[in-house]
């Protein structure tokens, strides 16, 4: 049971599946829904001191390199139309529903991706893509967990 605790960390740490994918992983696993919620949040709240970390880091070393130019602006212009018009007017709570919202291509990298890109203070965007991220979660638990024992009654 431990290695479907630490895949629930790892998945919902992770840019494909987030909490949206690692906390249902974890309930469908035998993961008390508590433990998969703490460790599903754990990972994706990582997310936004993680990914600001290596934007800072790296992006003014690689901006240099050609294809990293390239990609940044591809995933730059993704993330300006998906929520720009929302976080221009709305900041902080535009990039925390833009984050709770379990659709795909939302979560907590793309709302930091955003954050850094319309250059929304550092700690109102963590509290905003944390919040969100909270709220994601708590859905997922609820959502994964009834759904899990509507399944065992049929």
């Not at 993680?50 to 990609?71: C, E, G, V």
């Not at 018009?85 to 984050?99: A, C, L, P, R, S």
Request: glycine share 10%; aromatic share 16%; with cysteine.
């Amino acid at each position: 049971m431990y290695e479907y605790i630490i895949y629930t960390f790892l998945i919902s740490l992770s840019p494909l599946g987030e909490a949206r994918l690692g906390i249902p992983f974890g309930i469908a696993h035998d993961v008390r829904p508590v433990i998969a919620f703490i460790a599903g949040f754990l990972g994706n709240f990582l997310v936004y001191p993680l990914l600001t970390f290596f934007i800072d880091a790296f992006n003014k070393k690689l901006w240099k390199n050609r294809t990293y130019k390239k990609q940044s602006l591809k995933i730059m212009r993704r993330a300006k139309k998906g929520v720009g018009k929302e976080i221009d007017k709305y900041g902080f709570w535009g990039i925390m529903v833009f984050v709770m919202v379990p659709l795909p291509f939302t979560g907590a990298y793309m709302g930091t991706i955003a954050a850094h890109l319309f250059a929304v203070n550092r700690k109102k965007a963590f509290l905003a893509v944390s919040i969100g991220t909270f709220i994601s979660c708590v859905l997922m638990a609820f959502g994964a967990h009834f759904g899990k024992m509507g399944i065992e009654l049929i």
